[in-house]
T-cell receptor, first 113, second 116 residues
């Protein structure tokens, strides 16, 4: 099955700086990679996703890059704000896997004033 | 995005009792829903895939007789934790795929189960 590793586990940045979270996956057959933001005690919220036929996707301050050869993908948040503080999870879905997602271990992002 | 409703949000029960958690897709039909379990400060672990009109598919290591799943309609899946024990205490979250938005999965608000 798929295995997803995520780094770092915690990340602290100053407001206005950029934050980068990295994930690697094990199965080259994975073709869909969403990122979720989860605040304490709340549901994960989809913030951006990318398919394997695309190398980069951007939505305002958030971008995701995918390197299929190296089997890794990254989340980039620019101009961070305190409300960006949360736990971020990457995930990967195997083609033909019935939409089952395998999640990374999460990154606790703290944006300090 | 699509709306997935989950109830209750929090439940406290005595050891040995059963607890039912409901997951509803409010504005779309979901032939497949997923149930996850999340321990504090840890990732989401898939427990089972709930299929409308058929048996659920359980992940390795998840006891199907312990965690009963019923998906009787296109908008409702239920997870029943039977004979709950303190080690079953956890955050349970469901998710569903909205076919109108391709493969995007949307999550319910979660249920914090505490077994005394």
């Amino acid at each position: 099955g798929e295995n997803v590793e995520q780094h770092p586990s915690t990340l602290s940045v100053q407001e206005g700086d950029s934050a980068v979270i990295k994930c690697t996956y094990s199965d080259s057959a994975s073709n869909y990679f969403p990122w979720y933001k989860q605040e304490l005690g709340k549901r994960p919220q989809l913030i951006i996703d990318i398919r394997s036929n695309v190398g980069e996707k951007k939505d305002q301050r958030i971008a995701v890059t995918l390197n299929k050869t190296a089997k890794h993908f990254s989340l980039h948040i620019t101009e961070t704000q305190p409300e960006d503080s949360a736990v971020y999870f990457c995930a990967a879905r195997l083609a033909g896997g019935g939409n089952k997602l395998t999640f990374g271990t999460g990154t606790q992002l703290k944006v300090e004033l | 995005g699509a709306v997935v409703s989950q109830h209750p949000s929090r439940v406290i029960c005595k050891s040995g009792t059963s607890v039912k958690i409901e997951c509803r897709s409010l504005d779309f039909q979901a032939t497949t829903m997923f149930w996850y379990r999340q321990f504090p400060k840890q990732s989401l672990m898939l427990m089972a895939t709930s299929n409308e009109g058929s048996k659920a598919t359980y992940e390795q290591g998840v006891e199907k007789d312990k965690f009963l799943i019923n998906h009787a309609s296109l908008t409702l899946s239920t997870l029943t934790v039977t004979s709950a024990h303190p080690e079953d205490s956890s955050f349970y979250i469901c998710s569903a795929r909205d076919g109108r938005e391709n493969e995007k999965l949307f999550f319910g608000s979660g249920t914090q189960l505490s077994v005394l």
